[in-house]
Each structure stands twice: as structure tokens, then as C-alpha cells.
């Protein structure tokens, strides 16, 4: 789902990134002239693309990310058959209309699968999901009072939590039924943490702000939580955090994940599906809201452009490859997962993706339908 208010983020960051990134590019050209502009898309060459990385004991090339809820039996064996070596996928059991979903023993076909397969449950950890088993009758904004908006980006029956509320982290991390101990029983590898970056949400820091507390120190404290009671209970089981990728400059937050994964690097789609992809991000600070940049967008992506003005379309491709290379200089594997549906678009986000050293995917934005593994 996107980043919520990106562009405030980055721009009370910018200045001091950019000094920071001009040093950086100093010192790169300087040493291997890597700074490369291919057409209209920004890149910094400077790590060598990765041979896979190792999460949880299995090596990973490749990755599919799918967060559809009724997967089709041949869809299923797709997947199964793939040669992917994570998913990513929803713990379908979580939905209430789907609580007696075999999801264990999908989970242990496609750890058997010929091709045997690293299997990661997607968690929304910054905001209620209203089909979620957790929810209760008459909840909603206000009710109980950590529930504070409505998704910012679109999301129908997504609010937007504090977090630090105990009765929300209860929800998580309850050693006897709590979502983590669930998602380990079911036999999931490790966990893909989205909505981190919801420290950063107005109606978040308001709800900070009367709670005397910091949004960004207690999401890592959160996520710290989680990170010692999944260790104690399956050791090696696998964290990465999704967006927010400016904490990989806070050492207590690399501490607690093992990767991090950015959507929308280069190109995003609407939380509708309409357009599903292929809306460019600008490719630098410079191109942000400039009447070339919007010109060059399809009708589709100047809707989606002008419907969210704090979302992707604002923010730069430089602004997030900045914070990713700071990642790969601390040995952190990056995943970017990136939303396109024209054979272009996809190969250049792949070639770059991988020369950046990086492990992408490309789908579309509901990601609900299977795509093969691309070479």
C-alpha cells in the first residue's frame, strides 16, 4: 500500500539529505564515476548486483508477492511449482470470512515444493484492517480511542492506529493467541511488516503528541517487541520492513529486522487498481511537481496524481534510492517491489533494480494475480 505522507517526510529531511547525498556522489564519482542517468531513471551504481541473499537459512534470488485472499487451486500450484524462493503472501486465515483456510498446509507445500520456497506472512502493523479476525463489533474512528482516521491513500476499511496502545500491541504479541504466535504456528518463516511508516501520518503525531510520546522511537520499540518474542519462540525467524526506508539511518531499527523492501521505487498504481501500474515517479527532486513531469503522465496517473497530493507521485526516485544505498553500505538486504504492467517498464525495473545489487518484483497494484518468475 503507498507511503503516507511521503513527501512531508522527506521534505523536513531534505536539506540535510541533500547535503548528505552530494558528499556521497562526491566520493562515488570519485571512485568508480557511478553516478548513471539511463533516459528518464536516476540510479547509483555503486553496490554489485547481488547473488541472492540468505534469510532464515534459504537463499533468495527471487521473490512473488501476492496479497490476494481466495487464490485460485491453480494459482496455488503455480506458485507451488514456481521457481521463486520467497512469497510473500496474506495469512488468509486472518480474514474473517476465511478463518478455516488450510493455510498450514499450503504453507508446507510450498516448503516441500521442488523448489522449496522461504514463506513470509504479510502484516499491517500501523493501521486496523476492518475484515481482520482481531476486529470487534463497533469499532471504528474514535472507538476504541487508538483507531484515530480513516487511510489517507484510499484503502477502504484501513484506520490508521496508535500503535503504542497496549490493547493494540496485545493484538500482536500475546504469547498464547497473539497474531505473531499464530503466524508461527501456521509454519510462515518470518513476517513482512507494512505501514511502519505510520509514525509519520498527521493524525498519528497528533495522537503522539496527546500521548506524550515519540511515534517514530515507539514504532522501532514496537517492532523490537516483535522481534524478541518471534526469536524466543522460533529462532531465525525472519523481519523485513516495508517503506519508511529513512530508519535504516537508525542503528536500533536496522537491529531489529533482518531486510527492508520499498514499493513503488520507480513506478506505482492507484489503490483502486485503476491504473494498475506504470505511473513514473520523478526520477529526481528537481522533476517533483513540475508541469513536464505531470505532462508526461498518462490521464490515469494525473487523476491518481492529483486525487493524493502527499503520495508517490510527489516524491522522487532519487529520494528513495538515496536511503536504499544506505541500506546495502550496512549489508541490510533491499527488496523493491515496483507496479507495471508494460514489458518496458518492467524490464527497466528490473535491469536497475539488480544492478543496484537489490532483489525487485513487478506486478500490478492489487497484487492478486500470478506472475512468473522473471530471469
Request: charged letters at 15%.
Given at each position: ?12 529531511v ?29 540510479f ?10 540468505i534469510?532464515?537459512?534459504h ?9 490476494g ?13 514456481s ?33 522449496t ?6 502484516l ?10 482481531y476486529w ?23 484506520y490508521p ?8 500491541q ?14 508461527i504456528?501456521?509454519g ?15 493524525n ?25 518474542l518471534?526469536q ?19 542503528n ?21 487498481n ?8 520523478p ?8 508541469p ?14 492529483d486525487d493524493?497530493?502527499?503520495s508517490t ?13 544506505i ?12 507496479y ?12 536497475d533494480?539488480?544492478?543496484l ?9 492489487a497484487?492478486?494475480n ?6
Amino acid at each position: 500500500m503507498y507511503n503516507i505522507s511521503i513527501r512531508n517526510r522527506f521534505l523536513l529531511v531534505n536539506l540535510m539529505r541533500q547535503i548528505i547525498n552530494f558528499i556521497i556522489l562526491t566520493i562515488t564519482i570519485t571512485q568508480a564515476n557511478a553516478e548513471n542517468l539511463i533516459g528518464d531513471r536516476i540510479f547509483f551504481d555503486t553496490f554489485e548486483p547481488r547473488e541472492g541473499v540468505i534469510l532464515n537459512g534459504h537463499l533468495v534470488n527471487n521473490w512473488y508477492y501476492f496479497l490476494g485472499f481466495e487464490p485460485t487451486q491453480t494459482e496455488l500450484q503455480q506458485m507451488i511449482n514456481s521457481q521463486y524462493d520467497m512469497v510473500v503472501m496474506e495469512p488468509i486465515f486472518t480474514d474473517e470470512s476465511n478463518t478455516n483456510y488450510e493455510m498450514a498446509a499450503h504453507i508446507n507445500q510450498l516448503h516441500n515444493a521442488p523448489h522449496t520456497k522461504l514463506t513470509i506472512a504479510y502484516l499491517d502493523i500501523g493501521e486496523a484492517e476492518d475484515w481482520r479476525t482481531y476486529w470487534q463489533s463497533g469499532w471504528g474512528i474514535g472507538n476504541p480511542s487508538w483507531i484515530v482516521a480513516n487511510d489517507p491513500d484510499g484503502w477502504e476499511g484501513n484506520y490508521p492506529v496508535a500503535y503504542w496502545h497496549p490493547q493494540w500491541q496485545e493484538i500482536w504479541l500475546n504469547p498464547t493467541n497473539g497474531y505473531l504466535v499464530q503466524m508461527i504456528e501456521a509454519g510462515f518463516d518470518g513476517i513482512y511488516l507494512d505501514w511502519i511508516e505510520a509514525y509519520s501520518d498527521e493524525n498519528i503525531i497528533t495522537a503522539a503528541q496527546n500521548d506524550g510520546v515519540n511515534p517514530q522511537i515507539e514504532m522501532i520499540k514496537f517492532i523490537k517487541k516483535m522481534r524478541i518474542l518471534t526469536q524466543a519462540l522460533s529462532p531465525g525467524f525472519t523481519i523485513i520492513g516495508q517503506n519508511a526506508t529513512e530508519l535504516i539511518e537508525d542503528n536500533s531499527y536496522v537491529a531489529v529486522i533482518d531486510a527492508i523492501a520499498q514499493e513503488q521505487t520507480w513506478f506505482d498504481g492507484s489503490a483502486t487498481n485503476n491504473p494498475p501500474g506504470d505511473c513514473p515517479l520523478p526520477a529526481t527532486d528537481a522533476d517533483i511537481d513540475t508541469p513536464a513531469y505531470y505532462n508526461s503522465l498518462s490521464p490515469a496517473c494525473q487523476q491518481m496524481y492529483d486525487d493524493f497530493p502527499d503520495s508517490t507521485l510527489h516524491v522522487s526516485t532519487e529520494s528513495y534510492l538515496f536511503y536504499l544505498n544506505i541500506a546495502a553500505s550496512k549489508n541490510i538486504p533491499v527488496f523493491t517491489v515496483d507496479y507495471a504492467i508494460q514489458q518496458n517498464n518492467i524490464n527497466a525495473v528490473y535491469t536497475d533494480s539488480r544492478n543496484l545489487g537489490y532483489i525487485p518484483f513487478v506486478g500490478q497494484r492489487a497484487l492478486a494475480n500470478y506472475i512468473d518468475v522473471v530471469d
